[in-house]
């Protein structure tokens, strides 16, 4: 009976608000992770959007103006990694706060010591908890420009992660998923990307995945997205565990 109510919640929203065809033609164009899907898992995504639109509320900030372009553009960065997994995934938050640009929030952080320091970090974006999502607009337009980056895909993958508590690279894994393998392979994967970074080598992802494992597994999502042949070729057990827990195959 669920089921039944919320497919005709669905086809309702649908039906009365969906994303007009020159719109998504639009975001496909600019969404290359979108635009790769075969017009079957295109059409799901169209839906997805249509729900995160219809559930979320984007709050642009700072003057910034998003039209229904944009809007569409950004929901289809936000639903690609839950393309098979649903919208179920996003439950338990509802803004989307849009910087005009990078933005610099100031905390107070306490050292070992006890000292209180202000800092200023620049960012792109930003996850909170059950709080909201913040992002950058002017990243969300940069990130084709930029081989593998997507502050979309990065931030909704904190999402994912903070779902069986505080980000830490660790997402709720599916049924037939082992957790000792995920941990294997990614405490490897980090051995070899730390390796080749003191031995100056280039890294087939940013740099920043080696902030704290719930970086890696952010930025490992998007270079799954944005650039998949990249992260089989260097990391190719780290592919084979986001296959599985994105349910996807990019590549």
């Known amino acids: 009976m669920f089921d039944k109510i919320r497919n005709w919640r669905v086809r309702r929203i649908v039906a009365r608000r969906p994303i007009v065809e020159s719109l998504w033609r639009d975001a496909l164009r600019r969404c290359a992770p979108a ?27 700072k003057g910034l103006h998003l039209d229904d372009a944009d809007r569409v553009l950004l929901a289809a960065h ?25 933005f610099i929030p100031r905390r107070q952080q306490m050292d070992s010591a006890g000292v209180v320091h202000q800092t200023s970090t620049v960012m792109a974006g930003e ?59 990614f405490s490897s994967a980090w051995d070899q990307l730390k390796e080749e970074q003191r031995n100056g080598d280039e ?5 920043y995945a080696l902030e704290s494992p719930a970086e890696f597994f952010a930025v490992a999502s998007e270079q799954f997205f944005e650039g998949p042949a990249t992260l089989r070729q260097h990391l190719p057990d780290v592919y084979r565990q986001l296959e599985q827990f994105y349910r996807q195959h990019p590549f």
């Open 35 to 61: 635009r790769r899907l075969g017009a079957s898992d295109q059409a799901t995504l169209r839906v997805l959007a249509t729900l995160f639109l219809e559930s979320k509320s984007l709050e642009p900030t």
């Open 78 to 102: 936000a639903c690609v990694p839950i393309l098979k997994l649903g919208l179920d995934w996003y439950d338990g938050w509802h803004s989307v706060i849009v910087y005009p640009d990078a």
């Open 127 to 185: 996850a909170w908890g059950r709080g909201p999502v913040i992002v950058s607009w002017a990243d969300v337009l940069n990130g084709e420009k930029k081989p593998g980056h997507n502050v979309v895909i990065h931030e909704m993958a904190h999402k994912l992660d903070m779902l069986n508590g505080d980000a830490n690279g660790f997402p709720p894994l599916h049924r037939r998923m082992d957790r000792r393998v995920w941990s294997k392979v």
């Open 203 to 207: 890294l087939p992802i940013d740099p």
